[in-house]
């Protein structure tokens, strides 16, 4: 009993936890959203636009679950989503070219470069939610 209590009470403390938890959760819905909006409406409209009608429901989605269960900030709605793509956006472009030069330039396997990236996305990824998008002044 007291490891379940002190396990609960590290979750609602610990932030990092929190913010890999919810990593773990927006990767999976974001996957999933993407089926389901092509499956949906594929047939209906160009992939770019599918694409992008997926990318917004799921940045959505991850903001708020970023909003409110990692870092609990109440108020700035409309600046922390916009910062949000925003920080989206730069995180999508640091990690394309990271692993191209990790594969073009340092011939690195792609299994590896993509870990790599993955790593240094997520770090740049936590320290912007934490510091840019949900500081609390």
């Known amino acids: 009993m007291k490891f379940r209590t002190s396990l609960l009470f590290s979750y609602k403390k610990n932030k990092e936890l929190r913010f890999l ?5 927006n990767t999976v819905f974001g996957y999933f959203i993407g089926l389901l909006i092509y ?9 770019v636009f599918v694409l992008i009608i997926s990318y917004v429901v799921s940045v959505t989605q991850s903001f708020l679950v970023y909003k409110f269960f990692v870092f ?3 108020g700035n709605w409309l600046s922390e989503y916009i910062k949000c793509y925003y920080l989206s956006a730069v995180n999508a472009i640091i990690g394309i070219i990271g692993v191209y030069f990790l594969l073009e330039k340092l011939h690195i396997a792609f299994w ?3 870990g790599i ?4 996305t997520l770090i ?5 939610l934490k510091n840019y998008i949900f500081n609390k002044l």
Do not use: D, P, R
Request: aromatic share 14%; charged share 5%; hydrophobic share 60%.
């Open 21 to 25: 938890i919810a990593g773990a959760w």
């Open 39 to 47: 499956h949906i409406l594929y047939s209906l409209l160009n992939i």
């Open 72 to 74: 609990k900030t109440s």
């Open 112 to 114: 590896i470069a993509q």
């Open 117 to 120: 990236m993955l790593i240094m």
């Open 124 to 128: 740049f990824s936590y320290l912007g």
